[in-house]
């Protein structure tokens, strides 16, 4: 069974950065599409960036230039690099692993952007 647990979550000042972690178990991490997600209070959970086995990235479009997600595979490592971060970056963050079929999800981070 996969999981996934994550980490680097915190308290930032808006233009602050923070890199989020995601350490993968249980199969085999290169398999996978690796993702990270965030829900912010009252919203909707939404896809914030995604990384390929070949390391083709996508992100939406309210990071690009901000975020970088990278992964380590023999780590079995997902990251999430957060720079110029702004007070509507505040959320929980999730990591996604998706294979096919499945999908697996991890407990989350808070991330909160304030002065």
């Known amino acids: 069974q996969v999981q996934l647990v994550e980490s680097g979550g915190g308290l930032v000042q808006p233009g602050g950065s923070l890199r989020l972690s995601c350490a993968f178990s249980g199969s085999i991490f290169s398999d996978y599409i690796m993702g990270w997600y965030r829900q912010a209070p009252g919203k909707q959970r939404e896809w914030v960036a995604t990384?390929?086995?070949?390391?083709?990235?996508e992100y939406v479009g309210s990071v690009k230039g901000r975020f970088a997600i990278s992964r380590d595979n023999a780590k079995n490592t997902v990251y999430l690099q957060m720079n110029n971060l702004k007070p509507e970056d505040t959320a929980v963050y999730y990591c996604?692993?998706?294979?096919?079929?499945?999908?697996?999800w991890g407990q989350g981070t808070q991330v909160t952007v304030s002065s």
């Open positions: 990384i390929t086995s070949l390391d083709i990235t």
């Open positions: 996604n692993a998706q294979r096919r079929t499945e999908a697996y």
